[in-house]
């Protein structure tokens, strides 16, 4: 209808020419007067309005019927289908037809709370660009390595934490819109103090050593440990010191003050040791 009106706007402003023009030569001649031809030139002002107008309800028309065909504007996974074949949507419809996700790149959202944003800034972690890694909830980690783009400029007065953005190449598609994963954060220690951790036992909550002295006997020693990510080894933050001699195995049954013969490790265990925390990673 809106190109039929079109062409009746053309006719129109074809008609109004041809008075125009059949005006000039008359008024001319004075066989009639101006106002006739100023009329024509009237009527010819309004059919060309009047193209106009048709023509920009035709632009409209197209415009409306183009939206009946819907593309995605990415390539990527669609999520659900909530109307069924025949139903009358448009753009007022308040549910969306569906969701397009483009899974190339995926963001890893998560948050800290404001101890352990300080422990991290003070170690300069959390920084842009910084390497994380994504443990999926397999136990199995994710073969790429993301970086932290943002950390929020303020602590949610709500939660106490910080939230925080990282992003993950996504090659294979293996992660999907609304996954859950722990995201791990490594951390370097250098010239740290590990000790297994079935060399330490608990007491209310404490973690303790027991430690050989110059005459042979144990003494119990509290200590204050961060654990790995191996989880078969803590690092001693406090309670020891280069030079002391922590007993490694058979410490059930141990009492302060007991004489022990003591055998000292040898090379291949401390290697083994070594290697269980060769990259220490704190996980949030």
């Given at each position: 209808?809106?190109?039929?009106?079109?062409?009746?706007?053309?006719?129109?402003?074809?008609?109004?020419?041809?008075?125009?023009?059949?005006?000039?030569?008359?008024?001319?001649?004075?066989?009639?007067?101006?106002?006739?031809?100023?009329?024509?030139?009237?009527?010819?002002?309004?059919?060309?309005?009047?193209?106009?107008?048709?023509?920009?309800?035709?632009?409209?028309?197209?415009?409306?019927?183009?939206?009946?065909?819907?593309?995605?504007?990415?390539?990527?996974?669609?999520?659900?289908?909530?109307?069924?074949?025949?139903?009358?949507?448009?753009?007022?419809?308040?549910?969306?037809?569906?969701?397009?996700?483009?899974?190339?790149?995926?963001?890893?959202?998560?948050?800290?709370?404001?101890?352990?944003?300080?422990?991290?800034?003070?170690?300069?972690?959390?920084?842009?660009?910084?390497?994380?890694?994504?443990?999926?909830?397999?136990?199995?980690a994710f073969d790429q390595k993301g970086?932290?783009?943002?950390?929020?400029?303020?602590?949610?007065?709500?939660?106490?934490?910080?939230?925080?953005?990282?992003?993950?190449?996504?090659?294979?598609?293996?992660?999907?819109?609304?996954?859950?994963?722990?995201?791990?954060?490594?951390?370097?220690?250098?010239?740290?103090?590990?000790?297994?951790?079935?060399?330490?036992?608990?007491?209310?909550?404490?973690?303790?050593?027991?430690?050989?002295?110059?005459?042979?006997?144990?003494?119990?020693?509290?200590?204050?440990?961060?654990?790995?990510?191996?989880?078969?080894?803590?690092?001693?933050?406090?309670?020891?010191?280069?030079?002391?001699?922590?007993?490694?195995?058979?410490?059930?049954?141990?009492?302060?003050?007991?004489?022990?013969?003591?055998?000292?490790?040898?090379?291949?265990?401390?290697?083994?040791?070594?290697?269980?925390?060769?990259?220490?990673?704190?996980?949030?």
């Amino acid at each position: 209808s809106t190109k039929a009106a079109i062409s009746s706007a053309k006719a129109d402003v074809s008609s109004a020419q041809v008075d125009v023009e059949k005006a000039k030569p008359l008024v001319e001649r004075e066989i009639i007067s101006k106002f006739e031809l100023t009329s024509a030139e009237n009527s010819l002002t309004a059919a060309n309005a009047a193209l106009e107008q048709a023509q920009a309800n035709y632009s409209n028309a197209l415009t409306s019927y183009n939206y009946t065909k819907i593309t995605a504007p990415v390539s990527g996974y669609i999520g659900s289908l909530p109307y069924k074949l025949g139903s009358l949507v448009s753009s007022s419809i308040s549910e969306p037809l569906t969701t397009v996700s483009n899974i190339k790149q995926v963001y890893a959202y998560f948050s800290i709370n404001e101890k352990t944003y300080l422990e991290f800034a003070k170690a300069g972690l959390l920084k842009s660009l910084d390497e994380v890694s994504l443990l999926l909830p397999d136990y199995t980690a994710f073969d790429q390595k993301g970086k932290i783009q943002t950390v929020s400029g303020q602590v949610d007065e709500e939660t106490g934490s910080f939230n925080v953005r990282a992003i993950f190449n996504n090659p294979d598609n293996l992660l999907r819109t609304g996954n859950s994963a722990t995201i791990q954060i490594p951390r370097t220690i250098e010239d740290a103090f590990l000790v297994p951790q079935s060399a330490t036992y608990e007491i209310q909550g404490g973690v303790y050593v027991y430690l050989v002295n110059d005459q042979s006997q144990v003494q119990s020693q509290k200590i204050t440990v961060t654990a790995t990510n191996s989880g078969q080894a803590y690092i001693v933050t406090e309670g020891l010191k280069a030079g002391d001699q922590v007993v490694l195995e058979g410490i059930s049954g141990l009492t302060s003050g007991k004489e022990i013969k003591s055998v000292q490790v040898n090379e291949s265990e401390i290697k083994a040791l070594q290697q269980i925390t060769e990259k220490v990673t704190t996980t949030n």
